[in-house]
């Protein structure tokens, strides 16, 4: 069966029953239809000091075309940990309608380890993209009112600094000239659009702790500059407090339920790629208030998610992780080893071997962060004896564990033996966190500490232009913030063509964004777009309800 049949044959169990898993009081959870809820800001106050459970990050190599299965083993490892006897909950993001109706498609697992409703998840869900679109758009429309009525800010419109945003991928956007039409309509000026998800409300609603955390950010957003080049921040438009309104009900975690019926929280959703990939702070940290076990992702390849989860998001929230899942596949590693597409079902030990390079650099990276990993080969069903052992012993070379999973077939059962091992890591005690760099470190020197050791770029490539943007932050007192990559996925480089582990490459910048409400900077690397295009042939071309009233083409 396809992975949406599959999902429709799910036996759900009322939400009530799924929340009682992690002792959530039925009032306490504000239902969104009989299979998903909002966890009220009032429990989660209520946990207060309880003892936190131990935090397991998912992450992957870097993506290709013949498929990685993160969030699917995300979800496994979720429903293996639970079947081996621990209190387990998982955590991931929500999916973006860009890539839904773009290329990528549903973002809710594989087979028979996904979170379910699918069809809800992949679409309009609990509403939370849509209030997190309109309160951005809010704070700009704020913006060019107070411009329009006199500008008693003194805000220099060459110098405005946001940009509106729209959850959905379309390139025509990207840059336009706003405000023609006439007097009435305000002042003419360049400007552009984001999609949602690269929204530096994405990023805040992901990191606040509660509700007055969230305003205070929201209040901190730099909207633009006067011409003395002083910030002037969205508190100063007075647009905080009704973003916050928009915003209450989005804070509060979605509660959802695996297939196998363990609890699932599902809350933001900012990209690897161009934000800083990981579901909410909120979230993951009432989990870890209410299961021993919170197994978590952060999107992409481990050079962009995970970097970002122990940078930005670990060392923000205070997060201690105990174990890595590094998730691989074969047909991957043929990939990077240079097979093409149409010849991974062939058994290719020698490319196999050739494409662990890529492996091989994700592994060494994430011991830089002191916490303990072990590789999970995602298994497909065109996979040899002989070339799943050439990735167990090239993981042994590297002084780790790989461990063969089938839970897309078989469900949490199918990954029991990586849940015993993730277990024993956790229990061991050997996790000893630390981010990449310190806080002290220059903004231009944080930068280029991840491209050389995370990369193994040669050298950064930035203009005075960006260098002094860089220095300027610094004197205003941002010196200490991380900073939050945009890059390819597809690639250590910022050449998406470019697989393995290359080395001799540079690293241009070709922007600088400061986000100083999330509370990062952003670097925009190469030709990455933080308002993708869609494809020649999107998939939503082939999205229909059928006869039955079903929605196909989704998946």
Known sequence: MSDIEIARKADKKPIQEIGAKLDIPTEHLLPFGHD?????????QSLGDRENGHLVLVTAINPTPAGEGKTTTTVGLGDGLNAIGKKAAICIREASLGPNFGMKGGAAGGGYAQVVPMEDMNLHFTGDFHAITSAHNLLAAMLDNHIYWGNELEIDIRRIALRRVLDMNDRALRQIVCNLGGVSNGFPREAGFDITVASEVMAILCLASDLADLEKRLG???????????PVYCRD???????????????????????????????????ANIAHGCNSVVATTTALKLAD???TEAGFGADLGAEKFFDIKCRKAGLRPSAVVLVATIRAMKMNGGVKKDDLGTENVEAVKKGCANLGRHIENLQKFGVPLVVGINHFVT????????????????????????HWADGGKGIEETARKVVE???????DYKPLYPDEMGLFQKIETIAKEIYRADDVVADTKIRNQLK?????????????????????????NLRGAPTGHDLPIREVRLSAGAGFVVVVCGEIMTMPGLPRTPSAEKIMINDDGLIDGLF
């Not at 901190?220 to 002083?230: E, T």
Request: aromatic fraction near 8%; proline fraction near 4%; charge should be negative.
């Open 220 to 230: 901190d957003i730099i909207v633009g500059y006067r011409r003395d080049r002083s």
């Open 36 to 44: 998903k809820a909002k966890v009220s800001e009032a429990f989660i």
């Open 472 to 496: 300027e932050w610094e004197a205003q007192g941002y010196g200490n913030l991380p900073v939050c990559m945009a890059k390819t996925q597809y690639s250590f480089s910022t050449d998406p």
């Open 237 to 271: 438009i007075k647009a905080d407090g009704a973003m916050t309104v928009l915003l209450k009900d989005a804070m509060q975690p979605n509660l959802v339920q695996t297939l196998e019926n363990n609890p699932a929280f599902v809350h933001g959703g900012p990209f």
């Open 383 to 406: 996979d040899t004896d002989a070339e799943v052992q050439a990735i167990k012993d090239y993981c042994a070379e590297k002084g780790t564990e790989a461990i063969l999973n089938t």
């Open 293 to 295: 076990y919170v197994v």
């Open 425 to 431: 890591l956790c229990e061991s005690g050997v996790a």
